[in-house]
């Protein structure tokens, strides 16, 4: 026989309206003084908002189960950039442009989690003493994380045969927590394109890395399905780096061929690890508001 469901989490109604709505609005602003700069402002707003993902739990309770049921809430990010773009003729067989880019996007996550607390015996609230019952409460999760990030690129065209790119991003990542981190992102790259008639074939090449802070922090925070939970404060984000080359093959119009071979490597990967909490110990008192009075499972 199949085992029994655990159920769905505790305070999700399970029969109510599961929805998502999701927006974007921007605009875009250009000026062009002259044929050899042009420059470009950028604003947008988008973000989404999510409703009562209810999860029937099944027979093997699982965190990706947890966590979805501690989505409910929105997340709103801001997006601004300022580029210029100056395109240098060297001669009538040679130029280069060269790109300049600052940018910042702020996110603001909300989550609504319930929280499963353990009833009081009469004598109050802090006689330690429990009766074995459970309720449900909403508990709001509010965080906030940022990115800025300076680029400075060239792009060099030789004979409309040849083209070369180098570039370096500085990106400045505020965690969700509060950590700061400032990297330098490099990337370069090569092209090679010959053509004959209707056939034409590139050979490319290029370097480059990038970095992802941690992500989701308030899904942690909501993973146990308690108020508070483990959450490291200080992770570095993880950083991915290698090469690429690959051939591009265009017969006429219609007709493309690729191939690409990538060689990466990607160091300090970040995930959810669950540990194992001690029971509450009246000599050091409670780690949390609704503590528990046996060992249980929490997240890191």
């Given at each position: ?156 065209s030789l004979r409309d ?53 941690v992500q989701g922090a ?83």
């Amino acid at each position: 026989p199949m085992s029994p469901s655990f159920g769905p989490s505790p305070g999700v109604d399970t029969t109510a309206t599961q929805s998502v709505r999701e927006y974007t609005v921007g605009g875009t602003l250009t000026y062009v003084p002259n044929e050899r700069w042009m420059n470009t402002v950028v604003l947008g707003v988008d973000g989404y908002r999510l409703a009562n993902p209810a999860v029937e739990n099944g027979p093997i309770p699982s965190a990706t189960d947890s966590a979805l049921a501690a989505a409910r809430g929105g997340s709103d990010r801001v997006t601004a950039r300022v580029s210029s773009v100056a395109h240098v003729p060297w001669n009538s067989h040679a130029s280069t442009d060269f790109t300049f880019s600052a940018e910042h996007s702020a996110t603001r996550e909300q989550s609504s989690i319930s929280v499963a607390t353990l009833g009081q015996q009469p004598g109050g609230p802090g006689d330690g003493q429990v009766d074995g019952t459970t309720a449900a409460r909403e508990a709001r999760l509010v965080g906030w994380r940022g990115n800025t990030g300076l680029v400075a690129q060239s792009s060099t065209s030789l004979r409309d045969r040849l083209f070369l790119t180098a570039g370096l991003r500085l990106e400045r990542s505020a965690a969700l927590l509060g950590s700061t981190r400032l990297t330098s992102l490099p990337m370069v790259g090569a092209a090679v394109v010959g053509d004959r008639g209707d056939v034409s074939l590139k050979l490319r090449a290029a370097y480059g890395k990038g970095i992802r802070p941690v992500q989701g922090a308030i899904r942690e925070l909501g993973m146990s399905g308690r108020h508070t939970s483990l959450v490291a404060y200080d992770l570095t984000p993880e950083e991915q780096a290698g090469v690429e080359a690959g051939v591009d093959l265009f017969v006429g119009r219609n007709l493309g061929f690729h191939v690409t071979r990538f060689d990466q490597h990607a160091t300090g990967l970040i995930q959810s690890v669950a540990v194992s909490m001690p029971a509450r110990s009246s000599s050091h008192g409670a780690r949390f508001e609704n503590d528990m009075p046996e060992s249980y499972l929490s997240y890191q």
